[in-house]
């Protein structure tokens, strides 16, 4: 049954199909769980006993983090599916996550800085998680590179797909940084063994902004995947019934 | 409202990460739909073309 789906989901025409009804149920519970965790984070948490309000930097920053960590995972699924089953979809899928992913990794980073002002002294330090999250930022920088510079569209999703399965030896290295080596940076307060360290006011904001970014990102891949397939099966016959009911859909 | 959005001193911090984040929520939602419309005005046009080829 798995994998009749698998197949079924593998193949262009209904992948594309069943993106396009699919991504309004991702993005409006996005709209709404990340409108509940903002007035949640924003108005209704109490501020923090040490950081004050400072620390409703919270609600933006760890959601962009675990979206840099989530794209990436996604994106060497993906890729690693397409190099071996020499699937279309799944390397339009890995072709789509590495903008999304970068643009949230330098969120994470940007807005890791400017809580790390306030509270650390400093905007920067060559510390482990902040140079993992950065190298994080040049591989997905990196990833995008190597497609762009070969011309040969199969030939850059072998390279880049390999380039992204290497990459993803630095995920759990970035996430388990702060445990395993001396940081500034705090330890896991959510994902970790046991119960989280925050109390609930400020937990169940942080859940809901954490799952509104994830069904965000969802939507949004379906919209990229979507134009990266049209892009890559320019000459298939899929593609003018595809359109029409989109014209009259 | 001002005791608000002064964020017990920390507004300078804060609200530059959300309005950031915000930015890029957005511009990643506007490429994403920019793209798709390109893609199917450019499959629309090929295939207008070989019809009219045909």
Same mark, same amino acid.
Request: charged fraction near 15%; include cysteine; glycine fraction near 8%.
């Given at each position: 049954?798995? &994998?009749? &789906? ?30 509940? @965790? ?17 620390? /409703? ?57 400017? &809580?790390?002002?306030?509270?650390? %002294? *400093? ?18 920088? @990196?990833?995008? %590179?190597?497609? $762009? ?32 080596? $001396? ?10 063994? @046991? /119960? ?29 995947? /979507?134009?990266?397939?049209?892009? /890559? ?12 009911? *989109?014209?009259? %859909? | 409202? !001002? ?16 309005? !950031? ?34």
């Amino acid at each position: 049954m798995a &994998w009749v &789906w698998f197949h079924r989901f593998g193949s262009p025409p209904h992948f594309y199909r069943v993106a396009g009804r699919l991504t309004p149920w991702f993005a409006w519970p996005a709209a709404l769980l990340c409108l509940g @965790g903002l007035i949640g984070g924003l108005v209704l948490a109490p501020p923090d006993y040490q950081q004050g309000d400072g620390f /409703r930097i919270i609600y933006v920053h760890a959601p962009a983090a675990w979206l840099s960590l989530m794209v990436y995972v996604v994106m060497a699924s993906s890729a690693a599916v397409g190099l071996i089953w020499r699937m279309t979809v799944a390397h339009a899928v890995a072709a789509s996550c590495a903008a999304i992913g970068a643009s949230f990794t330098a969120v994470a980073l940007a807005t890791g800085m400017l &809580w790390g002002r306030p509270m650390w %002294g *400093t905007y920067w330090e060559w510390d482990p998680r902040l140079t993992s999250e950065l190298l994080l930022l040049f591989l997905y920088l @990196g990833y995008m %590179g190597l497609r $762009n510079s070969i011309d040969d569209i199969g030939r850059a999703d072998r390279a880049s797909a390999v380039l992204a399965i290497v990459g993803v030896v630095n995920v759990p290295i970035i996430h388990y940084s702060v445990t395993w080596w $001396n940081s500034l940076h705090q330890a896991p307060s959510v994902m970790k063994f @046991g /119960r989280p360290t925050m109390p609930a006011a400020m937990l169940v904001p942080l859940l809901l902004m954490l799952a509104g970014f994830t069904a965000y990102f969802v939507a949004l891949l379906l919209l990229r995947s /979507r134009g990266e397939l049209l892009r /890559r099966e320019r000459n298939a016959r899929w593609i003018a019934e595809a359109l029409a009911a *989109t014209a009259t %859909g | 409202m !001002l005791r608000f959005l002064a964020m017990g001193g920390y507004a300078r911090y804060v609200w530059p990460c959300y309005v !950031l984040t915000a930015a890029v929520v957005g511009l990643n939602v506007h490429w994403a739909r920019s793209a798709l419309r390109a893609a199917q005005a450019e499959a629309r046009r090929r295939l207008a073309s070989l019809k009219a080829a045909s």
